[in-house]
């Protein structure tokens, strides 16, 4: 593996809070398209919006048709009811393959996203060609059960949480900075009740699909940071084994938001799982 990458001001001039140009579908779901070649799907996680990928879209679209998308409620997608479930996510997706009339196609999803990407490929069969699950959950603890449960059940109350993902999500060393201010603008910027919707279907989804990985018969990369203490690198383990065609990668040093704080490790990565053949493992 390369050595660690971190985000320094330079590495993170190209990022921005807002400033990727959108198309929309009929049904309201905003995304971002540049590249030909394969199509590459990118799903954001709670509270972001696809300028999370910006590190990912600039290397990918020199070879792939990139495809990054705002979950419902974010960014400029229409959200989805209050109180739909993951199943409704995944739901949402399918319904956004075909609105863009996509047959098969490679996903990579981060934290929430790579629950819809995970929901997606126990589903969706070879519609799925490649899945990417960065940061992902997988049967979390009581403890950590417990933890996001009430965590989800306060936002209707208290609002959004700006600091306590940034504490999760990010060590206190200074390369990461940019990416954790830029983080704290996206959470500002979140709609409030669709922030709530999803968290919910996030804290409740980690077993939703989690039978399936053995049935997935897609390359399946899971992908997290060692000091993750949420998407922990336990979890990454027991889904590649559980997967046929399933391996983990963790990168370390590096927490929640990795793709950001480590994108050329990452990028490498995501590489590595594009150029694999149906028989990886």
Known sequence: MPAMETMD???ADHLTVGGLRRKRTARGTAYHEVGKGEPLVLIHGVG???????????????SQRVIAVDMPGHGESVGLPSGSKLEAFVAWFGGFLDEMALGQVNVAGHSMGALVAGGAAATF????KRVAYLNGVYRRDPEAKAAVLARAAAIPI???????????????????????ELTRTWLGLVDPKAYATAYAAFAGGDETYAD?????????LFLTGSDDPNSTPRMAEQMAAAAPKGWARIV????????????EIVNELLAEWLSCGEDAR
């Open 252 to 263: 370390e040093g590096h927490r929640h938001m990795v793709n950001l704080t480590a994108p």
């Open 125 to 128: 069969g070879k519609r799925i």
């Open 212 to 220: 399936r990985w053995p049935d997935v018969m897609a390359p399946a």
């Open 48 to 62: 972001m919006r696809l300028e999370a990928w910006t590190p990912q879209i600039e290397v990918f679209s020199k």
């Open 9 to 11: 001001q330079n590495k």
């Open 158 to 180: 208290s609002g959004v949480d700006k600091e306590g993902p940034l504490l999760r999500w990010f060590g206190d060393d200074a390369q990461s900075g940019v990416a954790r």
